[in-house]
Structure formats: structure tokens, C-alpha cells
């Protein structure tokens, strides 16, 4: 586990660059490492909130499966792994169609089982496989209806809480977002979120209580900021054991701690879907990762996308949100030119730490519902674009009705949650329907179109193709990288 060679004495000179399987000294690895768990450490936390997961637990399970990961990649793939917004959709859908978080970590358990399987068929069958039954216009209408799926949570359960609350929150998004530059503007959503909690508490000692109304009539008032739960919890200890009995989403207490998952045929058909963002999310960070170190890494793209599966089942497995790659570390390693991955063991041990917090973690859980609803207008809506910034990458030609209609129908279907009743138990709908629809009909339509037709899709070149991937600028490996090109930012921005 333990086995990094000293760079240079552990001096890193101007203009070095420190490889994976190398380290600085110890104190300037530990240096590094906390610049990771700053790196991370926003949206590690943010997601499982928005999930109703707890996120002491997260930020605990987060730094268990970066452990198993870099283990599994024998240290050759620098990463962290932490939440994702992709599972922020399939939380909502299942919430929404009766589930609660016992039936969502147990549907993400198997989410985290097929991108493992995933793993191994890349591993030894190559890339292409999968690239051919999830070519780039089928890859981006997933993301995108994951993405706008999630409006109406905007509207329906965070923003009401309180609008102009919401609204200010969504401008310091909005503005921090453009107006930063360098490693601060990759942490705009946690600067966001930490300027929007000490807002609440503001408006509270100017405003007072905030008043909601109920389906009923009655009004009740309640402070933004509520730290009740924080006063009582412990410095040091174990991320608490829930009872889902009084579970409700968007309510008082709504982030949950140690459970054992269930498995709801409904939910799992509901997560699904979101292992196709995760293969994008997962490949294109090994390629960031292996045009920044100039090392070739696709023997290990199989290893990599099956430890973060790995690593999603044991997080989910106790009660915690499911794991990906984490595209702002690939930020700090860009600016620091440090890919040493014992930074990424001290960011791992430093995230268990907080884990044991439950003052931290009851801190978290705090943050007002009117804050997530000003972060979520702006976030959802970034996350549904991504979809369109892999098409652009990629030269999908919509021109062509192979890649219009099948992405046409699945984006609407996503999007307007239309439903289709299977059984008296099952019905389909939203992100689920949506992606069927998306892949299936994408494979009818390249069946039956014309040669021609055929031939425009099959002769367009794909980022991720395999063996000989273009990076994420569309580029040509073997050819420098952009000197401009900020890595990762395709990911949970």
C-alpha cells in the first residue's frame, strides 16, 4: 500500500512534475492533501444533503472508497472519490415515487454492483463495447434529462421555504461562479453555501422567524438557521443510527445516518439509468488524468470505473450516497503539476476524521432548505448543459434523424416525467423512461435508417473511443494539451 518513492529529495523544484507513484516530503504531501479535502469537501458534503443522506456519514464513506480505489489502481490513478449530482436525480425520482432512503441506498447498491460489472467488461474486454451501445448523443441526452429532471424539487420543495432567501443565494451563486477565477471558483457552490448559511442567520436576527403554511391553513414559524441538534451533538464519535419511521423529505430532520439498504424493484429501475453519466464522469477523468501525467493508462480505465463501482457498493452499503471520480482535484493537480497519490491517502484519512464528528456533521445538516434552493436553481440547470457540452465535444450532428429523434423523445420524456404503467407494482417514468427510450430507439433508428445515414454517425469521431481516445477538448492525445483547458469541468459544476 505503503511503497511512493521520494521526488527530489522531497523538494519540488520549479516547473517538476511529481508522479503518481512518487511523494514530497511528508509535510509538504500533507499540504497538498488538505488543498484536496478543500477541493472536495463542498460538493462530498452538498449532495448527500440534497439527497437527504447524512453527510458526516459521506464525508466518512468518501475517504473509505478513495482508499479501496487507489489500492485497486496500484497507485497509478490520482483521484478522489466523493458524491456526485448525477445521483442527486435518481434521489429525487425515487422520493417522489414513495421511496425513502433504505429503498434509495439500496437502489444505488445496485447501481454501484453495474458499474463494477461495467468495470470488469472493460477491463477485459476494452472500451468499445461500451462505447458502441452508448455512443456520445445517447451519453449527453442521459445527463441532460437527469439534469432538468430535478425542477420542479426547485420549485416544489426548497425555493418556497423561503423565495427571497432562494433568490439572493442563487445571485452570490451565479456571481461567484463567474466572477472567481482559479482553484477558488471551482469551490464557488461551498463559498456559496457558506455565505447563504451565515445569510440565513442574518435574516433571522433582522427578519425573525420565517412563516409557512400549511395544505391546511395552519402557519407555523420557524427559524432559518435551527442549530438545536448541533448544541446537543458530540465532539467525537460514530455518524448516528437512523430510524426511518418519522423519515420526510424536505422536512425537519431530513438527513439520515447508519441503515441497512432494501431493495425495491421500482427504485432500482429508477437508478439505473445514471451508471451511463458515471462511465462518462469515470472515463474521462482517467483520460484528464493521463494526458496531465503523459502516462498511458488505459490497461487501467477497466480497474478504475470497477473500484468506484466497488467503492459505491460499500459506501451504500451502510447508509451513505454512492461514489465518483472528483473532477476538482484534477484542478489542484493541474495547478500544482503534484500527481503524487499520497496527498490523496492524507485527503482520504483527513475526510474519516470528519466523518467522526457528529458536530460536524449536525452543522451540515442545518443548512437552511432556502440555501440548497438558491444552489439547486443554478446547479440542476448546470448539470442538465452538460449534456449539450457532450455533444459539442463530440460533433453530434442532429442534422442526422438517428441522433435527433431518440435523443428528442428520451430529453421530453425525462424531462415532463411522463409515465408508463408496466404492471400493477411497476410503472416507468422520468430519468428511467427516459433513458430507455434514449438507448433503445438510438439503436432501432441506426438499424433501419438508410446506409448513408448510418455511415454520417458511425464516421463521427467519439472523445472516448478506445484504443487511441481524443481527450475531453476533442484532441488528439499524442498532441500537447491546451495550455487553457482547465480540466474536470465537466463534472458536478
Given amino acids: 500500500m505503503f511503497g511512493w518513492k521520494l521526488h ?25 492533501g488538505a488543498q484536496h479535502v478543500v477541493a472536495m469537501f463542498g460538493a462530498t458534503f452538498v449532495f ?55 429503498t434509495l441506498t439500496g437502489a444505488l447498491f445496485v447501481v454501484g454492483l453495474t458499474l463494477f460489472m461495467v468495470g470488469l467488461i472493460i477491463h477485459f474486454a476494452g472500451a468499445r463495447v461500451i462505447h458502441r451501445a452508448l455512443p456520445p448523443v445517447v451519453t449527453g441526452a442521459v445527463v441532460m434529462l437527469i439534469g432538468f429532471n430535478l425542477a420542479p424539487v426547485v420549485a416544489g420543495t426548497y425555493w418556497p421555504q423561503d423565495p427571497w432567501l432562494a433568490f439572493i443565494v442563487m445571485l452570490i451563486v451565479i456571481t461567484l461562479s463567474v466572477g472567481l477565477r482559479g482553484f477558488p471558483g471551482r469551490i464557488a457552490i461551498f463559498l456559496s453555501l457558506v455565505t447563504g448559511y451565515i445569510l440565513s442567520w ?24 435551527d442549530w438545536s441538534a448541533v448544541t446537543s451533538a458530540d465532539w467525537f464519535g460514530l455518524p448516528p443510527v437512523t430510524d426511518l419511521a418519522s423519515w420526510q423529505f424536505g422536512g425537519t430532520g431530513n438527513v439520515v445516518g447508519f441503515h441497512l439498504p432494501q431493495f425495491s424493484l421500482g427504485a432500482i429501475v429508477i437508478a439505473l439509468p445514471v451508471v451511463i453519466a458515471l462511465i462518462a464522469e469515470n472515463t474521462g477523468h482517467v483520460k484528464a488524468v493521463a494526458e496531465m501525467t503523459g502516462e498511458n493508462l488505459d490497461p487501467l480505465m477497466g480497474r478504475a470505473i470497477a473500484a468506484d463501482g466497488g ?20 484542478g489542484v493537480m493541474a495547478a500544482t503539476r503534484v500527481y503524487s497519490t499520497a496527498a490523496y491517502v492524507v485527503a482520504a484519512l483527513v475526510a474519516i476524521g470528519f466523518g467522526l464528528s ?60 411522463v409515465k408508463l404503467p408496466i404492471g400493477p407494482n411497476l410503472t416507468l417514468g422520468g430519468i428511467a423512461l427516459g433513458t430507455i427510450v434514449t438507448v433503445a430507439v438510438y439503436h432501432i433508428a441506426h438499424a433501419i435508417a438508410p446506409r448513408e445515414l448510418r455511415e454520417a454517425v458511425d464516421g463521427a469521431g467519439l472523445i472516448y473511443d478506445a484504443p487511441g481516445f481524443y481527450d475531453e477538448d476533442g484532441d488528439d492525445p499524442q498532441e500537447p494539451a491546451d495550455s487553457g483547458d482547465e480540466r474536470g469541468d465537466n463534472d458536478r459544476r
Fill in 8 to 32: 527530489n529529495n522531497g523538494i519540488l523544484a520549479p516547473g517538476a512534475v511529481v508522479a503518481p507513484t512518487e511523494r514530497l516530503s511528508w509535510g509538504r504531501t500533507i499540504g497538498l
Fill in 48 to 102: 448527500p444533503l440534497l439527497m437527504g443522506l447524512n453527510p458526516q456519514l459521506a464525508v466518512m464513506m468518501s475517504g473509505i472508497a478513495t482508499l479501496v480505489f487507489l489500492f485497486v489502481v496500484k497507485h497509478r490513478v490520482p483521484s478522489y472519490l466523493g458524491s456526485s449530482a448525477s445521483f442527486v436525480g435518481v434521489a429525487t425520482a425515487i422520493y417522489a415515487a414513495g421511496g425513502n432512503p433504505a
Fill in 202 to 225: 442574518v435574516f433571522d436576527l433582522v427578519f425573525g422567524p420565517v412563516q409557512n403554511a400549511a395544505a391546511d391553513g395552519t402557519v407555523t414559524e420557524k427559524l432559518r438557521v
Fill in 311 to 330: 467503492g459505491s457498493m460499500l459506501a451504500t452499503l451502510v447508509g451513505a450516497g454512492p461514489t465518483t471520480t472528483y473532477a476538482e482535484n484534477i
Fill in 358 to 417: 457528529p458536530k460536524f456533521g449536525a452543522v451540515i445538516s442545518a443548512t437552511p432548505g432556502a440555501v440548497l434552493g438558491g444552489i439547486c436553481v443554478v446547479l440542476y440547470g448546470m448539470i442538465g448543459l452538460l449534456g449539450a457540452k457532450i455533444w459539442k465535444e463530440n460533433h453530434v450532428d442532429f442534422g442526422n434523424p438517428i441522433n435527433l429523434i431518440p435523443a428528442a423523445a428520451g430529453i421530453i420524456i425525462g424531462i415532463g416525467d
